[in-house]
């Protein structure tokens, strides 16, 4: 209960459209998309080339890179980026997955667990004999029951059966 209430103040505070952690990932991410040189070819494909000449392509389109990191993380990688904010002049927190919305973690703590009284403090509640005898009957408590057996004799019992069963000649 207090981890959700800290979680939801923290969420509150967030004064941003996607988390912390995905906007110091694009944050860090930036400062390497900035090396790259950005090429364009036909349709939403690109080409990013860094200082040792690698090439990589990708396609804005479908949000996938062929170094593999959008598509797996949800997240533009740095050549993503590099398209982003020198080629199409866009921002890349706009692209990045919903589940790093803001609106996707208030979501998260939704939920209201509401305190509840110490146990020593519940109300005692009698129940009729007949009623007791149903709440506690199960196909283990059936098996046992016409012998008067208590419960850890009830589980050897059944081990017993399952043992017997199991080496029984067939
Ligand atoms: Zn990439």
Wanted: some cysteine.
């Amino acid at each position: 209960m207090v981890w959700l209430s800290e979680k939801w103040a923290e969420v509150d505070k967030l004064n941003d459209t996607i988390t912390q952690y995905a906007r110091e990932y694009l944050t860090m991410n930036e400062k390497e998309a900035r090396k790259l040189q950005v090429i364009r070819g036909r349709e939403n494909w690109y080409e990013t080339v860094d200082n040792e000449g690698v090439k990589i392509l990708m396609n804005l389109d479908d949000a996938t890179c062929d170094c593999g990191m959008w598509q797996m993380n949800g997240l533009p990688c740095t050549h993503a980026i590099a398209v982003f904010i020198m080629y199409n002049k866009e921002f890349p927190h706009n692209h990045v997955h919903w589940f790093y919305s803001k609106q996707a973690w208030q979501l998260t703590y939704e939920g209201v667990i509401n305190p509840i009284l110490d146990e020593s403090r519940w109300e005692k509640v009698k129940v009729p004999h007949q009623q007791r005898k149903r709440l506690i009957k199960c196909p283990m408590h059936q098996l046992v029951q016409p012998k008067g057996l208590n419960l850890m004799n009830a589980v050897q019992a059944i081990l017993q059966q399952h043992i017997w069963a199991m080496f029984a000649p067939k």
